[in-house]
T-cell receptor, first 118, second 112 residues
Framework: DAGITQSPRYKITETGRQVTLMCHQT?????MFWYRQDLGHGLRLIYY???????DKGEVPDGYVVSRSKTENFPLTLESATRSQTSVYFC?????????????????FGPGTRLTVL | QKEVEQNSGPLSVPEGAIASLNCTYS??????FFWYRQYSGKSPELIMS????GDKEDGRFTAQLNKASQYVSLLIRDSQPSDSATYLC????????????FGKGTTLSVSS
């Protein structure tokens, strides 16, 4: 089915372990984003990507690594998980502004991954 | 620091009433404004986009934008219990590509 999917939906890990969260979209959107959502902080941007092999930091990038070898995939890796990284992680995508027409900057979200770091 | 501010609520309205949700933003050059609805345990769902000053209506929803006052609002007419959710205001402030800055959300409760 078309859309944006994330896996796993739930993950429990231990401090110090490496964890990779997957994001896949079928719209061929140029832009993809990773946000985390925490009580009291709302949604905060971790990393974003404008196209394959182009990534940049957002507001809270420390402790995270991203890659984008294919347009449709945008994995997020926690290199050494910490308890402060316990959160709900959302992936989102949007069309290239030059192609978006009247839907400039609209972002569409995946279902989220709830990550718990013990 | 570029910011988007919303009252956290909860905003409580009876069924059939008009719910009014407000949002202010800090960057005058912002060009794109959005309202997302988020049910508990679910992901944000885009319900309205607005780019020009004035009103934009879509069914029971009306978004209002005033760039001079740096203010955007969402009106929900004939509120239903199914409208009970957290509403997130989001603004593109021209940074980080097309990334959005989100407010912390207003929780709406519609009682039957």
């Amino acid at each position: 089915d078309a859309g944006i999917t994330q896996s796993p939906r739930y993950k429990i890990t231990e401090t110090g372990r490496q964890v990779t969260l997957m994001c896949h979209q079928t719209w061929s959107h140029s832009y993809m984003f990773w946000y985390r959502q925490d009580l009291g902080h709302g949604l905060r941007l971790i990393y974003y990507s404008a196209a394959a092999d182009i990534t940049d930091k957002g507001e809270v990038p420390d402790g995270y690594v991203v890659s984008r070898s294919k347009t449709e995939n945008f994995p997020l890796t926690l290199e050494s998980a910490t308890r402060s990284q316990t959160s709900v992680y959302f992936c989102a995508s949007s069309e290239n502004p030059g192609l978006a027409g009247g839907r400039l900057h609209e972002q569409f979200f995946g279902p989220g991954t709830r990550l718990t770091v013990l | 620091q570029k910011e988007v501010e919303q009252n956290s609520g909860p905003l409580s309205v009876p069924e059939g009433a008009i719910a009014s949700l407000n949002c202010t933003y800090s960057d005058r050059v912002s060009q794109s404004f959005f309202w997302y609805r988020q049910y508990s345990g679910k992901s944000p769902e885009l319900i309205m986009s607005i780019y020009s000053n004035g009103d934009k209506e879509d069914g029971r929803f009306t978004a209002q934008l005033n760039k001079a006052s740096q203010y955007v609002s969402l009106l929900i007419r004939d509120s239903q219990p199914s409208d009970s959710a957290t509403y997130l205001c989001a603004v593109n402030m021209g940074q980080a590509g097309t990334a959005l800055i989100f407010g912390k959300g207003t929780t709406l409760s519609v009682s039957s």
